[in-house]
């Protein structure tokens, strides 16, 4: 073989383009970020949940998974939220991610709505929110989500359902920022949609843990069951101290004597006879899972329609049910998503 024969084929490639020998390398694409936002604590188990389910939808695409947190039910002060939400600005700019999710209301109130709607980026994804959208100015450009919707008519049903001679039932909740959406929702319903399965005997936002203990025992003998909103925020009018709501719970299983309904997650786990649980998990995956939709097409998040949670799941706690006394009937606990034995 002739040596300019041999030189020319090196050449020939050079020329279209290529190498006669092995492929360029690819160019490695940039890893996405997504940036989590939490307003409450890593303890609370609907933190945990949500962030179990964002993961969840982002199954299946490769990202940075950064989780921050606001802490606003141990630390509810606004001119500490503000500059906790400053830092977490600090940090988002640092980090660039693509994503940034923005979980339950007091990440919308002192960041997404402030700070970052609006924006050419990151994109916004809300979820947990209770409060109406609008007061946030949601949708926006960069921002869509998901609403959180309690179950309070399939709730006060499975009760009436549990135990068909219940009359009335009290709802007692914190004083809350998150407490009074919640209540909204309710009122709203209860004009939209009507009475519900047992008569609503009082409704109470309560500031402090002795207030709330009062009212427990006021309605021992005022209702035949209560339903338990939020009880994360109670202050101690001693300490001034938030108190906890296993402390809280701790109490209420001591001294309450009738059936309990929830709505949340922490129901499960805080031995209440019964709920329609709205799933933090569910607003976790829903959220995850329009993440992915933005990280795989570039798209601007307020092209995605808002979200809301559909799916209650129905829990029983037997044990509780033996302590009051009750026999919940058969067809009831089959068809109930938890059961507490």
Known sequence: MRWDRFLFLPLLALAMGGTAFANPPLEKSPQQTVLVVHSYDPEYIWTQAVSQGIKQGLHGHKVKLETLYLDAKRDPEPEHLRDKALEILER????????????????????AKPHLKGQASPQVIFCGVNAPLSLYGFPAANVSGVRERWHFREGFALLKKIKPTMRSAALLVDDSESSGFVLDDFKADFKRNGPYAVKIAGVEKIRTY?????????YQSRTDALAFGIYHSLVDETTGRTVSADAVN??????????????????????????????GHEQGLLAG????????TGAMA?????????????????KTAERLGLQIPYEIINAAEVVIK
Request: aromatic share 8%; glycine share 8%; net charge positive.
């Open 92 to 111: 988002i700019k640092a980090s660039k991610p693509q994503v940034v999710i923005t979980v339950d209301d007091a990440a919308q109130l002192y960041l």
């Open 302 to 318: 307020g092209g995605l329609p808002v979200r809301i949670n559909q799916k209650g799941r129905v829990v029983l706690n037997l």
């Open 210 to 218: 002795q207030q709330w203990q009062r009212l427990v025992k006021y």
């Open 289 to 296: 899972a329009m993440a992915h939709t933005l990280l795989n």
């Open 250 to 279: 701790a109490w209420n299983t001591a001294n309450n004597k009738l059936p309990t309904l929830g709505f949340a997650d922490y129901a499960e786990g805080h031995g209440l006879l019964c709920g329609v649980l709205e799933s």
